[in-house]
């Protein structure tokens, strides 16, 4: 019995999907520990360094700030300290990573 994949005429190739995979996951591995700056549906925004994320979208940020939609445009408000924190993926309206933080290198010991 031919698979669904193969009536459609669709064969799934699985070094391509391999290839696909481990560039994602490089990608993600190389924002690691960077400062991004996260918009949620409420209006909140939140910055803080990666730490990971998984299948449903969800995201760890360390030493997250959280910063209030403020009705003065030019003010951004006091940032109140969360530490860790975890936002649901299907309240991410965007994700940006600080420039800052993609041109400082680290290097191990």
């Given at each position: 019995m031919?698979?669904?994949?193969e009536e459609n005429g669709m064969e799934m190739q699985p070094e391509?999907?391999?290839t696909a995979y481990a560039l994602a996951r490089l990608k993600l591995e190389n924002l690691l520990?960077?400062?991004?700056r996260i918009r949620m549906t409420d209006?909140?925004?939140l910055v803080g360094l990666f730490l990971c994320t998984d299948r449903d979208c969800n995201v760890i940020l360390g030493s997250a700030q959280e910063f209030l939609?403020?009705?003065d445009s030019f003010s951004q408000g006091e940032p109140?300290?969360?530490g860790?924190?975890?936002i649901p993926g299907h309240h991410v309206v965007s994700i940006e990573v600080e420039s800052e933080?993609?041109?400082t290198t680290t290097h191990g010991l």
């Open positions: 031919a698979s669904e994949s391509v999907e391999e520990n960077k400062s991004m209006g909140r925004t939609k403020s009705t109140r300290v969360l860790l924190a975890m933080s993609l041109q």
